[in-house]
């Protein structure tokens, strides 16, 4: 089976080339190839992205053009396996990467040798089709009499053989179930031995020949019939877990109304409408596009995007999503972003990106499968030829001991359970508004022994208010707040923006040669004169700091509060006190995450005192203040050196991004509607709730809870029933029931994930 390996930043992986490739060295080496060209799967690794799986047609790429294939008929690892071996040999193909459960094999190739990629599947059995925006075409229902004439015949088979009819009757009857049933498994296990594949396929249809040489005629029929029951009900298993994001695509309704050049209003092709275009949205309709109301207001069930259980009150000049539900206003909105790129689109391309990258335990369940078929075979070869030969063992009862192994020895149990639970783990948590970007990331959040987060937007809510307003020495009040004001007035900075508020009564004041000083404030020539509006930092630094001052910073900041300061060019003038009102949710978030055993530190720009009394107030276990973000960087990277074990980080501004980048892993706050964070974040929380932090790590412990109950399934039941078979007691029918019926199990019990 073809192994691909995929680095962290979920790119599409770079495959080299060897010299001596052939169609199994191919394969094989791409184990120890990694994307990023070369970058290890370590700390360091930058969170870079290439395009993420989308149905669409050929691109570009330095290694060739990279085509979306979707294959009806690739439903596991059996496909993948011969799809692996078949093109790997081939001289213009450079890379795969397989999306099992959308069907989608992606082949990054030499331009010219589309078509031959193509005939390459069609020979294999299967019907490829260029992936394109169009929904894909079913395959044609099977209609069912084949497999109840089967069922019937293999029946009626076990009924003559009681009942003492001739054998060639009970015979003609197996010959008539096998024949109904199986002649599909035939021609996939003919392609598969053709191609030096042990598939499933290929197993089977060795394993009924060699009974009907033997003379087993009856065990022949009813496996065939078993076996092709449970192909049915398992691949109706594996529909649910696609559907579980399939589900997602019809959240956004086809039509949108849009108002025309002429002022009309008319219902037209969501996908068509353009940005900057006006749409109308009535009472419990669901909105189509993302977009800002412009005029009106509603209650709006985010649910689908930010997985809020409570409706969310909009207003003119809030965001609205597509795919969101309208309650019971009306409003207008300007569309932002085209369908193909709302935020809801990006949801679900990222997650087809994240189901075709493996995570650690489906890497290592790959690797056992690789040795694990071909030992069982040749184990096989040694049981029906060693004993007869050596120890005077009756040929026909070894032959038919190895013939059960043979069933017993498909891995596909063990290989496609945990492509399921990851599938399931990634559904759930979208529904949840937890968009996580790769398998690799729901396994290791269980690891996670330290979280790092940043205070204002994360914590808090971000929108700070002014509480105190002090003038130093004979300067006039309303003067001095007019200068404060007036700087305030042009920098971004929540805490500026907090100060500028609070004076929107007083006149400004036009302010030349404006600068902002990174981490320390602003400054600007107002009437002639410098003046400095920033924090503690940029007042030591400019020299201008005094014991009385110092005292009057230090009563406000034990109180929790962010000073900043404006000075003149001769010293300082008052003083502003501000202060941000911490969530709700963010006290709730810190208990439930000391409760799973997860430590947590704050990063602020803010100062010490500040970012300690913030800290208290939720139950953080430690607060770093006066950070600049590379001194944020510096706390990860220290955290990381010093085996404390798996470090996170939680952020949701541009200062965060070094931290966030060194982290295990990545956590965006609010990602709703920033494309930027969708796509580069780890793990995208779409709203502001800290809560979704431990709710993912719950997640994250229960799907490798059941990635390990599903191998010990698969395995037990395989090892169970082989010593079963060795000890004589072991028949062919119950074969079937050990691959098959595993198989189901840990399906099945991948899918618990979408019940909890």
Known sequence: MCLIMFDRCMIMPKYTRYPDSTKDSWCAKLEAVSCCSGHSHEHGDEHAHAPLIQLAAAKNSQDGAQTPIRIMQMDCPTEEGLLCKKLGGMAGVNGMQFNLMQRVLTVTHEPDQLDAVLAAIRSLGFTPELASDAAPVAEPAKPWWPLALAGIAAIASEIGHWSGLPQWSIAALAIVAVLACGITTYKKGWIAIRNGNLNINALMSIAVTGAFLIGQWLEAAMVMVLFTIAELIEAKSLDRARSAISGLMQLTPELATVQQADGSWQEVAAKSVPTQARVRIKPGERIALDGVIVSGQSSINQAPITGESLPVEKTIGDAVFAGTINESGSFEYTVTAAAGDSTLARIIHAIEAAQGARAPTQRFVDQFARVYTPIVFAIALGIAIVPPLFFGGEWLAWIYKALVLLVIACPCALVISTPVTIVSGLAKAARQGILVKGGVYLEEGRKLAWLALDKTGTITHGKPVQTDFIVLGSHEGSEVHSLAASLANRSDHPVSRAVALAAKDIALQNVNDFEALAGRGTKGIINGQQYHLGNHRLIHELGWCSPELETQLFALEQQGKTVILLANEVGVMALFAVADTVKDSSRLAIAELHDLGIKTIMLTGDNAHTARAIADQVGIDEARGDLLPEDKLKVIEDKLVSGAGKVGMVGDGINDAPA??????????????????????????????????????????????????????????????????????????????????ASLLVVANGLRLLRQ
Do not use: C, Y
């Not at 010990?712 to 060795?726: Q, W």
């Open 660 to 741: 966030l980048a060194r982290s295990d892993i990545g956590f965006a706050m609010g990602a709703a509607g920033t494309g930027t964070a969708i796509e580069t974040a780890d793990v995208a929380l779409m709203d502001d709730d800290l809560r979704k932090l431990p709710r993912f790590i719950r997640l994250s412990r229960q799907t490798h809870a059941i990635l390990l109950q599903n191998i010990a399934l698969a395995v037990g039941i395989k090892l169970f029933f082989l010593i079963l078979t060795l000890t004589g007691n072991g028949t062919m029918w119950m074969a079937v029931f050990a691959d098959v019926g």
